[in-house]
Every structure is written in C-alpha cells, then in structure tokens.
C-alpha cells in the first residue's frame, strides 16, 4: 500500500515531466469545518516540500501563505517575527525573509497575521514573488487555505484584479 503524500509525490513528478502545473483544492464554505483542514493542508504541504527536497534533491521553497493563522513556522519550530505578510505590505524592500532549513529547503514564514490577507495575495508583489521563486527553486510550494484557488479562479472569470470583487463572484 502507498502513502498518501508517496501518491502525491508521484502525481506531481509524472505531471512535470508533462509539463503540467496543478493544484488541489478542498473548498468549504463552513470556516468551523475548516479549521482542521487547515493543519492537514500545512502537513500536507511539508511532506510535499520536504520530500521534494530530500528523496529528490531539489530546490524547495516552501511559504506559509495562510495569512490569517500562519502556523508553519510552529511546525519547523522557527521565528515568526517577519514573513510574507509583511513582505507585502512593505514598500522597497527588496529581500524576502527566507530561513534555510537544509541546503535543498528554504521556508517563508506567513509573518504577522493579517485580517485581509487576500488583498496581498492577489498582489502584483505576490505574482512577482511566484516568479522570482519559481526562477530560483525547483519547486515552490504555497501552504494555504483553499480560499486563495477559489479567489484566483474568481478573479479571472470575474476579469478583476479586485479580490474583493473576485471572491463576490464565486
């Protein structure tokens, strides 16, 4: 029998070969019911990176994009006193805080909670963060709460850059 996070580990290599990007998503629209998800979403996403970096030898970045309750850092037991939220928020800084945890695994902790996280990820500064990532990683794996597909969806069917306005029409 395979694990779970050894099926997913399969899926995700056989679909890059393909050169497909994917993403899963569980939605729900009940936060109470979603509140343990969140911590399978964040174990799912570090057996994900640390899989990727250590069975296969490749340049992970992991980051806590749950803005709200940012718990990745509790997991690799680092400090959370700057992270993505305050990365996006700030003007003219340059470097991202990045903590590397092994020469293959570097994290981005999710920094100060922030009550309108989607604002920021919806960003141009996130877009650009994706893409310096994406240049410099082999892998970059987003923890995050399902809200953030629905809202990215949303916004291209709802042709705005509004996140607002994009989670309004789901």
Known sequence: ???????????????????VTASAQTPSTDPAARAP????????????ALTLSESYRRRV?????????????????IPNLAGLSDWLKARGADTMPLIEITPT??????????HDPMSGLASD????????ASDRYDWVV????SEIGEVVLA????KTKDPRQAYGAL
């Open 1 to 19: 029998s395979i694990s779970p996070v050894r099926r997913l580990r399969i899926a995700v290599m056989v679909l890059a070969l393909a050169g």
């Open 37 to 48: 998800q969140n911590a399978n979403y964040t174990l799912t996403a570090t057996n994900l």
């Open 61 to 77: 970045l992991l980051i806590d994009a749950d803005l709200r309750r940012p718990t990745l850092h509790d997991t690799f037991d």
């Open 105 to 114: 695994l570097a994290i981005v902790p999710g920094g100060r909670p922030d």
């Open 125 to 132: 500064r996130m877009k650009r963060v994706i893409q310096e």
């Open 142 to 145: 987003l923890d995050s709460v």
């Open 155 to 158: 916004s291209e069917k709802a």
